[in-house]
């Protein structure tokens, strides 16, 4: 069975860094573009970033410059380095391995800036 596992969330002060991971099990990773996205209270799921298999990355505007996607093929993970991070990033942030029939969420992380 395949699982994503999310993890490094938590509360942060604005300006601050977090960097979240998302572990693949029961799956090959190496072949899918994985992806992270979040999703605040009453508001539509968005993409803030996703990696290709071959390395291609793609950020929301609202994040380019301050986040960094990045993937560990050996430890079949998946990792978000957030910084210089605002009140409006706080959401829960969702790992995403795949697209279409293939597509797997993880359960998601809750990151939540504040001061």
């Known amino acids: 069975q395949v699982q994503l596992m999310e993890s490094g969330g938590g509360l942060v002060q604005p300006g601050g860094s977090l960097r979240l991971s998302c572990l693949v099990s029961g799956s090959i990773f190496t072949v899918y573009t994985m992806g992270w996205y979040r999703q605040a209270p009453g508001k539509q799921r968005e993409l803030v970033a996703s990696i290709s298999s071959g390395g291609s990355t793609n950020y929301a505007d609202s994040v380019k410059g301050r986040f960094t996607i990045s993937r560990d093929n050996g430890k079949k993970t998946v990792y978000l380095q957030m910084n210089s991070l605002k009140p409006e990033d706080t959401a829960g942030y969702y790992c995403?391995?795949?697209?279409?029939?293939?597509?797997?969420w993880g359960q998601g992380t809750q990151v939540t800036v504040s001061s």
């Open positions: 995403k391995r795949g697209i279409g029939s293939e597509t797997v």
